[in-house]
């Protein structure tokens, strides 16, 4: 089955303590992206990926790192979590730029920094 | 500055009856549009788009619809079922301009279907 899956689905942490939500898919596509969605902001974009090793930031990268050292696997990295990274992190693919072609996205990881 | 905009928080259609679903863009770069729709503890699923190029485009009970003039975009379901009552956001993208590449997210518009 065609899918992105991230890990874990819940996580609570502690200010401070690095931490990553790992993302995986398996239809071999170039794009990947990693969103967040907080109340009464929608969805926004933190970090995408065109392809191996090309990476760049999105609308709200303060505080995040990613990798992209294989084609399937799109590691979100918090160094230093703070309360204000609460919040539901969706990441997502697509055959080609998120311009060209609908996203996959995962089913959500929901963290929580206190 | 919201370039996206769902003013709907929620809406709420009888089975059987017409969902309108409405969003409004301001950013006149914006060349492409989508719609995904989210269910509770399950990621946003694509469900239909449209270029600039159109006004309208349609899937089954889904089209989409178009006014660049009036820089708005509406969904429209018919008839509208109770699988339908989901969380359903707005997108938007500038393919031909270049800059960051992503969407630009409405804040959802959450509609329930009454039985």
């Known amino acids: 089955e065609a899918q992105v899956t991230q890990n874990p689905r819940y996580l609570i942490t502690v200010t401070g303590k690095k931490l990553t939500v790992t993302c995986s898919q398996n239809?071999?596509?170039?794009?990947m992206s990693w969103y967040r969605q907080d109340p009464g902001l929608g969805l926004r974009q933190i970090y995408y990926?065109?392809?191996?090793?090309?990476?760049d930031k999105g609308d709200v990268p303060e505080g995040y790192k990613v990798s992209r050292k294989e084609k399937r696997n799109f590691p979100l990295i918090l160094e230093s979590p703070s309360p204000n990274q609460t919040s539901l992190y969706f990441c997502?693919?697509?055959?080609?730029?998120?311009?060209?072609?609908?996203?996959?996205f995962g089913n959500g990881t929901r963290l929580t920094v206190t | 500055d919201q370039q996206v905009k769902q003013n709907s928080p929620s809406l709420s259609v009888q089975e059987g009856r017409i969902s309108i679903l409405n969003c409004d863009y301001t950013n006149s770069m914006f060349d492409y549009f989508l719609w995904y729709k989210k269910y509770p503890a399950e990621g946003p699923t694509f469900l239909i788009s449209i270029s600039s190029i159109k006004d309208k485009n349609e899937d089954g009970r889904f089209t989409v619809f178009l006014n660049k003039s009036a820089k708005h975009l509406s969904l429209h379901i018919v008839p509208s079922q109770p699988g339908d009552s989901a969380v359903y956001f707005c997108?938007?993208?500038?393919?031909?301009?270049?800059?960051?590449?992503?969407?630009?997210f409405g804040k959802g518009t959450h509609l329930i279907i009454q039985p």
């Open positions: 997502a693919s697509s055959k080609q730029g998120a311009l060209n072609s609908p996203l996959h």
């Open positions: 990926s065109m392809n191996v090793e090309v990476t």
């Open positions: 239809m071999n596509h170039e794009y």
């Open positions: 997108a938007a993208s500038a393919r031909s301009g270049g800059g960051a590449d992503g969407l630009t």
